[in-house]
């Protein structure tokens, strides 16, 4: 429980270092308070929630709450999508919907090359946040083993050919345990396009 509500206060940490107003202090709690829900949320001020720089952090932030969440049994059932207006953050300072992955098809060299270049930066990052959050589930323990192994996540994109609009093909990516009911992922390694979205479903824990 204790580390329970550390990572609580980590997270209120982190969150209150993008904001211009100063963090609210966390307070103690005890473990069933915290995990009780209804308390209303510190005041942050909006400081940098806007800057397309802050996405990595912010994006971090929203995997461990959910984590923290699933912990709690607060929710068993989660929505997440990371939009992609640009990504400074990787040097990619296009709009990435309209000016990478509506341009997949160009053929002329080396145009081809750097889109595409660029659009496996974005999908290696995508995938690189769907690692940080397995990771966080696997670390967390539940019943005879890990959120992570009551939990089934599936990974999708819109659209299988972004440049052409079409929905074949779509790539799609399921990992977890899903409480006994699957022992496997899968993976599709196709073209896909930004944004991305996750969807999170739990199993009861089995202990």
Not at 144 to 166: F, K, Q, R, V
């Amino acid at each position: 429980m204790e580390t329970h509500l550390e990572a609580l206060r980590d997270i209120e940490r982190r969150l209150g270092a993008l904001a211009v107003d100063p963090a609210p202090l966390p307070k103690q709690q005890s473990g069933e308070t915290a995990c009780g829900g209804g308390a209303a949320p510190p005041s942050y001020g909006l400081g940098g929630l806007g800057d397309l720089n802050n996405m990595p952090a912010l994006t971090r932030l929203h995997m461990d709450l959910i984590a923290r969440a699933f912990a709690c049994d607060l929710t068993r059932v989660i929505t997440m999508t990371i939009p992609g207006p640009s990504m400074p953050w990787l040097r990619i300072h296009e709009d990435t919907h309209n000016d990478i992955a509506h341009l997949l098809d160009v053929q002329d060299e080396p145009r081809r090359s750097t889109i595409r270049g660029k659009m496996v930066l974005i999908q290696r990052w995508y995938a690189e946040q769907l690692a940080y959050l397995m990771t966080q589930l696997a670390n967390i323990p539940e019943g005879s083993g890990t959120a992570l192994d009551n939990t089934l996540i599936y990974w999708g994109n819109e659209l299988g050919d972004a440049s052409g609009h079409m929905n074949v093909r779509v790539p799609t990516v399921l990992a977890g345990g899903a409480g006994g009911a699957s022992a496997w992922a899968a993976s599709c390694a196709c073209a896909p396009r930004a944004p991305t979205r996750w969807a999170a479903g739990r199993a009861p824990a089995r202990g």
